[in-house]
Structure formats: structure tokens, C-alpha cells
């Protein structure tokens, strides 16, 4: 079945170095989510993206989708201590199950 | 402004016992989803329903859970008998337009503990 894998796992900064994390799917997406957890709390919707090589900026953060709509990445430039949670994707498959597969999340954690 | 609402928050209960745990999605969304997280597994899809009929639970063990809707304003997701391996959080979320792309607002959680 389709899946969905998020590197790293894990990952410590230091406030203001910048981070990245990156989502790879098995299968062609027809569209990926991205959502943020807080320690304790529940996911937040961030973002969709649908086309291909689709570029969306939130502030500080720039989201990605591959060429191919297999990949993606969230990058956050210049990290504050409010950005410290667990980063997750999620993507539908353009073929087969039509249900929404989330990765297994990137757990940031920051040192003020 | 609208959230989705979960009871009970919290839940601990001792193997063998029924677990009922209820969702309220947002006023005016017709898809609701049910998620278990673990620390092992992550967020797993166990099931969802659209203008609440079941679209897919493929991945909720059949023969200890299920889940209804008996109305647009109640999700119920039940575990008879609960066991030790069903202790996670479980999230309800609900969307707008009726699809799995839809965004999909989450509710807070019940934290299931089974002793």
C-alpha cells in the first residue's frame, strides 16, 4: 500500500538555525497537507499543495512539492522557540485507496 | 469560533471493558475521520464516513471496534473489549467539502488508557 516517509525522525536546533523536513511517497500524490502538532496538542492544518513543483511561503516557512508530486519538504528559516513540535505530511495517492496517508511526523525540538 | 469536541478527554479502563468515545465536528461538515496515534505507529487512518455513511475502515480492526454516526452532529467509536495494545490517542477530525484532500480540522484527543 501506499506509503508516506518523513526524515529526520527527529531533530534538535539551535533558535534562528534553520530546518528542514522532508516527506517521500512511495506512489504519484495528487495533492500533500501539511500539519503541525504541538507537544500535548493535536494537529493544525498548514498547508495544501496540489500542482507540481508548487512553492508556498508562510512567513518563515517555505513549503515545496516535487516535479514528480512524490516529495516534499517544509523549511523553516531563522527557528523561534514557538516552532518546536512535530511536523507532519500527509498525501493521497492519485491511484488506488482514496484516503489520506500521513508520514510519521518530525519531532523539532529548539534550544533558546 | 467552531472546533471539533471530543469526549472524554481521558480514559483509562481495564482490559476487557467498553469504550465508547464521542465526537462533535464542526457545524456544517459532512466528512468525519477517525485517527489513532501511537508513538509506534503514528497517525493511522481507522475510519471515515461522508454525510455519514461509512466510506472506508479498512483500517479499524473489525472485530473489537466500530464506529457510527447517528447523526450529523455525532461520531461514536466504540471497542469491545478494549486491550492494552488499543492504548493511544484518539482523534476525530471533520471537513468541509466531503473529501479525503479536504483540510481536515482535528479535535483534541482522547487519551485512552486500557490497564
Redesign the interface.
Known amino acids: 500500500g501506499q506509503q508516506v516517509m518523513q526524515i529526520p525522525q527527529y531533530q534538535h536546533v539551535q533558535e534562528g538555525e534553520d530546518f528542514t523536513t522532508y516527506c517521500n511517497s512511495s506512489t504519484t500524490l495528487s495533492n500533500i497537507q501539511w500539519y503541525k502538532q504541538r507537544p500535548g496538542g493535536h494537529p493544525v492544518f498548514l498547508i495544501q499543495l496540489v500542482k507540481s513543483g508548487e512553492v508556498k511561503k508562510q512567513k518563515r516557512l517555505t513549503f515545496q512539492f516535487g516535479e514528480a508530486k512524490k516529495n516534499s519538504s517544509l523549511h523553516i528559516t531563522a527557528t523561534q522557540t514557538t516552532d518546536v513540535g512535530t511536523y507532519f505530511c500527509a498525501g493521497q495517492a492519485i491511484q488506488g485507496a482514496q484516503k489520506l496517508v500521513f508520514g510519521q511526523g518530525t519531532r523539532l525540538t529548539i534550544n533558546p | 469560533d467552531a472546533r471539533v469536541t471530543q469526549t472524554p478527554r481521558d480514559k483509562v479502563t481495564e482490559m476487557g471493558q467498553e469504550v465508547t468515545m464521542r465526537c462533535q465536528p464542526i457545524l456544517g461538515h459532512n466528512t468525519v475521520f477517525w485517527?489513532r496515534q501511537t508513538m509506534m505507529q503514528?497517525?493511522?487512518?481507522l475510519a471515515?464516513f461522508r454525510n455519514r455513511a461509512p466510506?472506508?475502515d479498512?483500517g479499524m480492526p473489525k472485530d473489537r471496534f466500530s464506529a457510527e454516526m447517528p447523526d450529523a452532529t455525532l461520531a461514536t467509536l466504540k471497542i469491545q473489549p478494549s486491550e492494552p495494545r488499543d492504548s493511544a490517542v484518539y482523534?476525530c477530525?471533520s471537513g468541509l467539502t466531503g473529501?479525503?484532500?479536504d483540510?481536515?480540522?482535528?479535535?483534541?484527543?482522547t487519551r485512552l488508557t486500557v490497564l
Open positions: 485517527y503514528g497517525l493511522e487512518l471515515y466510506l472506508d479498512s482523534f477530525a473529501g479525503v484532500t483540510t481536515q480540522y482535528f479535535g483534541p484527543g
